[in-house]
Every structure is written in structure tokens, then in C-alpha cells.
């Protein structure tokens, strides 16, 4: 690794910054930039209808400021703002916000496509580093501060000249986080004089980390001493725009909060150039999560999960902060058990630990974004009968007998060779359930007449009607209770194998009035000297028994 050819980014010369004191403690006005540079970085960027319909979805999150396209760099964008706007799909509370470089035909054609827009933003960049200045330009600093500062003044007239106000007016210094902080200062002075007075909501500037190059503390540096230098703070709101090349946008712009920022910009889940933009969801669910109102709601997470992967063509993380489809997921036994103990802990004001939710391992309650916790077992090869018995007792209340065990064992097994890596409980439950539970086949118990018993220690003796096939079979039988009586009737039938009925139990599931029952049979066949077993599951807990009995019969027939 060829570390020598970095250099450590150059600290700020901020003294006695006060940011590390601070404590956020409301919201940020949030602007998503889903539709403009979040769009512009897809692989596929959104159809017109597409489009129309993440709109909405960030209006039901509740953005009150939506940038909505380049509309001077393309006639879609340029076509989609013309539709908001003439449909009349812009809610009185929501402003639109359009970007545009700062040359003339540009903002011209930006200005064009708002007519008639109630309130909206005119977004402007400049690129204000030397490395983009010098090389990509050839410009010097004054000549970068001139375009600044023209593009400023043709945006005023321009919007005079089309009568269209009242607009807001966005600058950013592109590149900001890597440009000289004096020079950035002086330029955005310039910019708000040659804008004029405003009020604070209609002047923003935004100051990019158009690439993250910094740690995050150095960023908040950046806004704090921007914040002592600038003299307008009355009139201006201060943006921050963070990308994530280094993963840590999310951080850089929380502290950045810290440090005076009050208006932050960033797409739903990151989307955007490189490795994306500030992820929106992640920083305001951080917030509410510390007990802040955000404004946004995002108490249906799985449906915006779903408008947006679709919207995009990209799949949300599994882990991805919130929402991902394993963030609520526990794994570990460990974990599992503490988070069950946490949930027993709710006392009976709702509250855990003395407030509305504190559990371990489960930062905030998913039910508040639409998830539920979900412990997630995980049976693989290695995990053997008794893993697999564990596993039926712990999650379901279902007590294998002992001598059953290596049966169910080998079931699981047989799957996993055939199906490779691993099942979860649910998986376990149906491979249990759909080999061994209430299994039909070639015997049916028809009827049956239950009598006392016979007067000879037997407690009572059953008639039954069995069903083979398409004939049926009036037997007899006694014994100490149903299952050994109707045992003692099937093997006076000669068309049932010979057996010995071995192993028997029984149980209830839950606790509640409509708990089921489940019993367990062990049948040992005469011949190979096989014991077979068979489990019922009913609501009466003699049928449960009998169904286990008939289960246990109808396996021998499909077990060699
Ligand atoms: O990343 C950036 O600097 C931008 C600007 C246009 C604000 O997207
Ligand atoms: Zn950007």
C-alpha cells in the first residue's frame, strides 16, 4: 500500500473552536437532491413517471425543499419541472429548487422552466478549489470569484426581467471543503452583496464536500470558521452538501450541525456520484433516535425501501442503517437472549429502564419504522440432532422425544444436502411439520365408539372403523386408555403391519384457552425391528394422540 504518496489534509486554523461543546438539538431544514444528483449517478436515471412518483414520495416523507433537476442541461429535467408546475403538483409548503452553472444561456433557460412556480429556489455553483480553478478552468482566484459573482448578478436580472418572484437564491462554492477558507469567505461576501438583502430562508449557502478528502472534524472546522468570518449569518441559511468517498457523511455533517450549520442536502439512502450523498434517512432517524422531531417520516420504511430500489435500479443494503433487511435481525443466542429479556423489562407505563424504549442491542423500537425484531436461527450442518431439538423446544414449545431426535436429525440433514448452507426456525418448523405431523396415507381412522372397559383391569375398549384403500375394516380392541385400545383393534387387522406401540406423549402448546395439543407415538415395526415415529396436532388432545398414532402407521409405509 503506497501510503506515502497521501498527505494528511491540512488542519483549519480555528481557535478555541466550540463545536465539540455543542448538542444538536432540532432539525435541520432538509433538501433532498434525489432528483438532481442523486439521479444524475444512476445507472439508469428515472423515467419522466418514475420521476413524478418519487416526487411525491419525498412530499409524504415531508421535504420542504426539493431539488428537482438541471433543467438548462436537459430537456427531461426541463420537461419535469414544467409538469410540477403547470399540473400545480407542488404543495404550498414545498419549494422546488432547480441548478444551474453560472453562464447566461443557462440561466436564461433555468429561469424559463420556472415560470409560474410559487417560491422556488435558483440553485448556482461555482467550482471555488485551485486544483478545480487552475486546472480544470485555467482560471485565477479573481477570475473564479468573477463568475461567482456575475453568474449572481445575471440570475437577479434574470429573474426580474421574467417577473417571476419571489425566488430563493442558493450558492454554492463547489468544492468548498477543498478550497482556500479566507478565499471561499470572501467570495460568498460578495455573492450575498451582489444578491442584496434577504431574508435568511431565501439566501442559502450551501458548502460542499463535493469530494470527501477530509476527516470529519476538519469539515466542521470549516463551517465554524466560515460561520465567524462570513457577516451575513442574519440573512443567510447555512447548507452543508456532504459526499461520502471516505463512508463519512453522515458524521461530517452531524458535526457539522454542531458547528452552525442549519440546512442540510442529501438523497433518501445515499444515492448519488461515487459512493453517494449524505444517506437522509440515516442522519434524521439518528436524530429522532436522540428524541429530536425531524419532520420526516419514515414509519413505513419497507414501502420507501421499495419505491426507491425501484425508482433506482440499486438494492438497499441488508445492513444498511434502518433499512436494511437484517438490521433488526439478531443472530447470536447471546444477543437473542438479551433482547427478549429487554422486552420483558417494559413495565406497565410502557416505559423500559424508565424510557420509552431502551433495549439491548436495539438502538430504537424498529415498530417505529415499520420493521419488528426478528431473531434469526441458524441450523446448518454443524448443528447436529441436538441443535435441531433446541431449536423446536426453545422456538416452538415442541419436546422431540429423545429416541425421535436422530430422525429429525437426519430429515434436516438430508435438506441441507440438498438444498446447501443453512434454514432458519421457520424452515425447521415446516420440514418438521410436513414429515412427522398429522402425515395421511393408506390407514384412516374412520370411526370410532369409545366404551367402558371390560370388567378385567382394562379401562376401556374402542370399535373402530379403519379405512385401507377404498375398504373398510370394523376391528375391536381394549386397553388402558384410547391409544393402547385402539392399538390392541389394529393388530387384529391383518392388513396392518405387526407392531408394538413404544413410545407415547403428550403435551399442550401455549398457554392460552386455544392452545393445541401435540403427542408423539413410537411405533417399533415386527420384521426389521424399526421404531417409527408419528406426531399429532389438534385442539383435543385425545384426537391429537390419535392422529399421532395413525401418523406413526402411515410412515411405515415410506420408511424402509
Ligand atoms: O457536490 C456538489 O458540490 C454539488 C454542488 C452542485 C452543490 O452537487
Ligand atoms: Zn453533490
Known amino acids: 500500500m503506497k501510503y506515502p504518496k497521501y498527505v494528511y489534509p491540512q488542519p483549519i486554523p480555528l481557535k478555541k473552536r466550540k463545536w465539540p461543546e455543542h448538542q444538536i438539538t432540532q432539525a435541520p431544514v432538509w433538501t433532498s437532491v434525489d432528483l438532481r444528483d442523486g439521479n444524475q449517478a444512476l445507472p439508469i436515471p428515472m423515467d419522466p413517471e418514475t420521476k413524478l412518483s418519487y416526487f411525491k414520495l419525498l412530499v409524504k416523507i415531508g421535504f420542504k425543499e426539493i431539488e428537482v433537476g438541471f433543467p438548462s442541461a436537459s430537456q427531461d429535467d426541463f420537461d419535469f419541472v414544467r409538469t410540477l408546475i403547470e399540473q400545480d403538483m407542488v404543495p404550498d409548503d414545498v419549494r422546488i429548487s432547480v441548478l444551474t452553472q453560472a453562464r447566461k444561456h443557462l440561466i436564461d433557460k433555468t429561469v424559463e422552466s420556472l415560470k409560474g412556480a410559487k ?85 442559502i449557502l450551501n458548502l460542499p464536500a463535493t469530494v470527501e478528502r477530509r476527516p470529519p472534524n476538519q469539515y466542521a472546522d470549516m463551517i465554524e470558521y466560515f460561520c465567524n468570518e462570513y457577516p451575513y449569518l442574519d440573512e443567510t441559511s447555512i447548507s452543508v452538501h456532504a459526499h461520502n468517498d471516505q463512508g463519512c457523511a453522515v458524521a461530517a455533517t452531524e458535526l457539522s450541525l454542531l458547528a452552525g450549520a442549519e440546512r442540510v442536502e442529501g438523497t433518501i439512502f445515499g444515492h448519488g456520484e461515487r459512493t453517494g450523498n449524505l444517506d437522509i434517512s440515516t442522519i434524521a432517524l439518528n436524530l429522532y433516535s436522540r428524541g429530536i422531531d425531524t419532520g420526516l417520516d419514515f414509519s413505513d420504511m419497507p414501502e420507501v425501501v421499495k419505491i426507491v430500489e425501484n425508482a433506482s435500479g440499486i438494492e438497499v443494503h441488508p445492513r444498511h442503517p434502518y433499512a436494511g433487511q437484517l438490521v433488526f435481525t439478531a443472530f447470536s443466542g447471546s444477543h437473542q437472549d438479551a433482547i427478549r429479556k429487554g422486552i420483558d423489562s417494559k413495565d406497565k407505563t410502557g416505559n423500559f429502564f424508565k424510557q420509552g424504549w431502551k433495549v439491548p442491542y436495539l438502538h430504537i423500537d424498529p415498530a417505529d419504522v415499520g420493521r419488528a425484531y426478528e431473531k434469526l436461527i441458524r441450523i446448518n450442518s454443524q448443528s447436529g440432532k441436538g441443535g435441531v431439538a433446541y431449536i423446536l423446544e426453545k422456538e416452538f414449545g415442541i419436546f422431540a422425544p429423545k429416541q425421535m431426535q436422530p430422525e429429525i436429525g437426519a430429515m434436516v440433514q ?147
Open 414 to 560: 438430508d435438506h441441507l444436502d440438498v438444498n446447501g448452507g443453512e434454514i432458519g426456525a421457520s424452515e425447521l418448523l415446516e420440514i418438521f411439520t410436513s414429515n412427522f405431523v398429522n402425515i395421511e396415507g393408506r390407514y384412516t381412522l374412520d370411526s370410532m365408539d369409545r366404551k367402558a372397559g371390560n370388567g378385567q383391569g382394562d379401562d376401556i375398549s374402542v370399535d373402530i372403523v379403519l379405512d385401507i384403500d377404498t375398504s373398510k375394516f370394523k376391528l375391536s380392541g381394549h386397553g388402558n386408555g384410547p391409544i393402547s385400545a385402539i392399538t390392541h383393534a389394529l393388530q387384529n387387522c391383518p392388513e396392518v403391519p405387526d407392531f408394538v406401540l413404544e413410545d407415547f406423549s403428550e403435551r399442550t402448546l401455549g398457554r392460552d384457552a386455544n392452545a393445541k395439543a401435540i403427542a408423539f407415538v413410537g411405533i417399533r415395526r415386527k420384521g426389521d425391528g424399526k421404531l417409527i415415529y408419528g406426531a399429532g396436532e389438534h385442539s383435543n388432545i385425545d384426537r391429537a394422540a390419535l392422529n399421532a398414532l395413525f401418523s406413526a402407521l402411515n410412515r411405515t409405509l415410506i420408511i424402509d
Open 119 to 203: 417560491n422556488p429556489i435558483i440553485h448556482c455553483y461555482v467550482a471555488t478549489s485551485d486544483l478545480h480553478g487552475k486546472f480544470v478552468f485555467g482560471r485565477e482566484r479573481n477570475q473564479v470569484k468573477q463568475m461567482a459573482v456575475g453568474g449572481t448578478q445575471m440570475i437577479k436580472d434574470a429573474v426580474a426581467a421574467a417577473g417571476i418572484g419571489p425566488v430563493g437564491y442558493e450558492f454554492s462554492p463547489e468544492e468548498f471543503s477543498d478550497s482556500d477558507l479566507d478565499f471561499v469567505v470572501d467570495l460568498c461576501k460578495s455573492v450575498k452583496e451582489t444578491w442584496g438583502p434577504s431574508a435568511k430562508q431565501d439566501f
